[in-house]
């Protein structure tokens, strides 16, 4: 297990280093003049050349690559153009609050999609299983920023009981973890009753059956485990989605965590920003890839990995 874990973060470096580089070739294709921008909006011309001899825009693009680079693997990621502020410190200050909306919606997603999931699959072709996916696809469906303005329009405002404008109390957070939670319960609930209705047809389910098991045997300790295996990569994935989709549910909610941080990065083109954000949300992908094939081996103890 050690030895598989060594193996994936060494894999890792030579993803990040690609990516690093895309990253910065893309950011330096965007419009404006980060030297302008640093210097401010009144900044005269002798200022704006002084800003960016001191931000080394002058050399050449591999140098400036280099140079940034170096920053980031010594933890030095630059500061922000808008209020010369170092990055990680206002990446800090928005990572939290990412961090429990995200955990939030998918908490109440993954257990709400693998409890429709069963109870659909259970009841094969009956009304009820179709009334759940019926509802699954709705979800799937809905752009989560209508969703956000709907919560907003009819049941925000009429009602008053949950603020939409930040994050100054923990109440704060049931409308914009609902908006990001719905299309992951739903991809979780058809992907729950896929992989269940599959692991149910295997025959060691119906050697169970033939022995004479409870059926609630059957489910939890035959098909539920052996289904999860699919499911933990989904679960994995959509969590990776909710850090990164939670860009639009901020927006809508003013929410102040990165992904509200990246917009407005993007509107005042601070490059450094930009640039810390993308590299932090890939590296949140991988990371968590590594965390499902460890909890293949957590599920299934028949896995090996190696």
């Not at 489910?219 to 850090?243: D, S």
Request: proline residues 5%; hydrophobic residues 55%.
């Amino acid at each position: 297990m050690v030895t598989y874990i060594i193996r994936r973060l060494l894999e890792m470096i030579p993803v990040l280093l690609v990516v690093s580089l895309l990253v910065f070739g893309f950011i330096k294709l965007l419009p404006g003049d980060p030297a302008r921008i640093y210097a401010g909006p009144d900044a005269t011309q002798t200022a704006i050349e002084a800003a960016r001899v001191h931000l080394g825009l002058n050399n050449p693009l591999p140098q400036q690559y280099f140079h940034w680079l170096n920053g980031v693997l010594h933890g030095d990621l630059g500061v922000t153009y808008r209020t010369q502020q170092p990055v990680l410190d206002v990446i800090k200050k928005g990572f939290m609050p990412t961090f429990w909306l995200a955990l939030a919606g998918f908490t109440w997603s993954v257990l709400l999609g693998l409890f429709v999931g069963v109870l659909s699959a259970l009841n094969r072709g009956k009304w009820l299983d179709w009334c759940l996916m019926s509802g699954a696809v709705g979800g799937i469906s809905m752009p989560p920023f209508w969703l956000g303005l709907l919560l907003i329009q009819f049941v925000a405002m009429p009602f008053g009981i949950f603020s939409v404008g930040g994050f100054t109390h923990w109440s704060d957070i049931v409308l914009p973890a609902i908006t990001l939670g719905s299309s992951v319960a739903a991809v979780m609930a058809r992907f729950t009753r896929s992989s269940f209705l599959e692991v149910a047809q295997e025959d060691y389910v119906r050697t169970a059956r033939a022995k004479g098991l409870r059926q609630s045997l059957i489910v939890w300790k035959h098909v539920m485990r052996n289904a999860l295996i699919p499911v933990i990569t989904m679960l994995g994935l959509q969590f990776g989605f909710l850090l990164g989709g939670s860009i639009v549910v901020e927006s809508v909610f003013n929410w102040p965590g990165l992904g509200w941080l990246l917009i407005e990065s993007i509107k005042t083109q601070d490059q450094p920003v930009i640039q810390a954000l993308v590299m932090l949300f890939v590296f949140e992908f991988i990371f968590i890839n590594l965390l499902v094939d460890l909890l293949y081996a957590v599920v299934n103890p028949a896995i090996r990995l190696r």
